[in-house]
């Protein structure tokens, strides 16, 4: 196992770090110095298995051979070429690719620098395209309670994470919300999709009448809600999502940020419900994490439409500096090729019944009040302490890194999802890891 040539500031106080508890961190900073396939090296050496996939991103496992020389190549032979009336190859190959991975009929690709990037573009192709066709009246975009997709303006809006929203204003205006799909008392412990809710989806039909279909441009949802805790859809419910969409010329965005690139066992979350959407947001596992880029599929009667006017004419006005970056595209195309030589894409279907056997065994281990899995992915929730949310979770957290497995929390839910090249023993680590854990927190 390599060791990583990091040397520790002993000041740590300038980088006010994402999503963290600053003050905690410095006090106790946990740091990794280096990474090999399932394994970080902490500052201390010991090595840690990664419970996550780096934040749901490293698909195939870490510093991979064909994506690392992929890029050191390329930044040596082209390091950046401007994305604005300007081209190169690698940019198209991988949009080549990605529409011949998706689901049929998402046939165009936009490119940026990251999932909340993702979604931001997927929200203004979708009013722009209802502009577009003349139906410029549709301005609201709808999403769904806990979900999340991001954390720019749009994102925040349409997502449903009351933390991630209360501080920042009135965020952007006519968005209204879905009810998530979390019923936790009659859907505990349910493997895979849960039997109770797909009328949930109705409550779309109930939002289409308040506001009226002709406000409305787009529904935005996660396949299985991912950073909040892994909601999983009860069956059917997507596919009435799209029926209502259908019905109402209301395009259907969906967010796979977490649930593209085999997290599900399928190529996409699309691939797994088998219900298509008009947009596609990714990122995350689209470059394995290694380099920030995101991609966003779009149907052609969506493209089509706003290639009309003078040919010298942009037109659509978005984009970022670093759209389709060719070092990015060429850690992209590597990982897609890693994918498809190892079979990642489909692994969960292989691995998803150990997984979650081995998940619910977990179930009257102390504090825990729901296990749910699918692909391979899946959360443990636990009863939070009275008054003190989030800390119980945490504290398992801490735990679970300092006996050598990475885990995730959100709120008290453990969220788990490890790269697709895991094996039965590493899926033993960690729960063994985390029986252990939940016997010694309070
Ligand atoms: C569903 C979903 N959308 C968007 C994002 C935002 O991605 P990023 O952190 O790359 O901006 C995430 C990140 O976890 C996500 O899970």
Redesign the pocket.
């Known amino acids: 196992m390599t060791e990583g040539s990091a040397t520790i500031p002993n000041n740590l106080d300038a980088f006010w770090m994402p999503f963290t508890a600053n003050r905690q961190f410095k006090k106790a900073p946990r740091m990794f110095v280096a990474a090999k396939d399932m394994h970080y090296t902490a500052a201390d050496g010991r090595q840690v298995l990664d419970g996550t996939a780096g934040?749901?991103c490293v698909n195939a496992g870490h510093c991979r051979p064909l994506i690392t020389e992929a890029i050191q190549r390329q930044a040596a032979e082209l390091d950046y070429a401007p994305a604005f009336q300007m081209g190169h190859p690698k940019a198209f190959e991988l949009a080549n690719r990605l529409v011949d991975l998706a689901p049929d009929g998402l046939d165009h690709v936009l490119y940026t620098n990251?999932?909340?990037?993702?979604?931001e573009t997927a929200l203004k192709v979708a009013l722009a395209y209802q502009k577009a066709i003349g139906q410029g009246s549709r301005t609201r975009l709808i999403g769904r309670e806990r979900g999340?997709?991001?954390?720019n303006f749009g994102?925040i809006s349409v997502g449903g994470i009351v933390a991630n929203r209360k501080m920042f204003g009135t965020l952007l205006a006519g968005v209204d919300h879905l009810p998530h799909t979390h019923l936790l008392s009659k859907n505990a412990f349910s493997r895979g999709e849960p039997r109770h809710g797909v009328e949930l989806a109705d409550e779309f039909e109930r939002i289409i009448t308040l506001h009226d279909a002709s406000t409305i441009a787009a529904l935005i949802v996660?396949p299985v809600a991912?950073?909040t805790g892994v909601l999983i859809p009860p069956p059917g419910y997507l596919k009435r999502l799209r029926e209502i969409c259908d019905k109402y010329g209301i395009l259907l965005i969906f967010?796979e940020?977490?649930t593209g690139y085999g997290r599900l066992g399928t190529p996409f979350g699309a691939d797994y419900f088998g219900v298509v959407p008009d947009i596609m947001?990714t990122?995350?596992g689209l470059t394995n994490g290694v380099i920030?880029m995101?991609a966003v599929l779009t149907s052609s009667k969506i493209h089509d439409a706003f290639m009309t006017g003078p040919e010298h004419l942009i037109e659509f006005f978005h984009g970022y500096t670093y759209s389709g970056n060719p070092i990015a595209s060429a850690a992209a195309l590597a990982t897609l090729e890693t994918y498809k030589q190892e079979g990642l894409l489909t692994r969960g279907q292989e691995l998803g019944g150990y997984w979650e056997n081995a998940l619910h065994s977990l179930k009257g281990a102390p504090h825990v009040i729901d296990i749910r899995n699918i692909g391979l992915v899946g959360a443990i929730e636990l009863e939070p302490i009275a008054g003190e949310s989030t800390k119980r979770a945490f504290a398992a957290f801490v735990k679970a890194f300092e006996k050598g497995v990475l885990i995730r929390t959100t709120g008290d839910i453990i969220a788990l999802s490890p790269p697709l090249i895991v094996e039965k023993s590493h899926i033993d680590q960690i729960v063994d890891t985390i029986r252990t854990v939940l016997g010694e927190i309070d």
Request: aromatic fraction near 8%; charged fraction near 15%.
């Open positions: 934040l749901w990251s999932g909340s990037e993702s979604v999340y997709h991001g954390v994102g996660e991912g950073s967010d940020v977490i947001i990122a995350k920030p995101g």
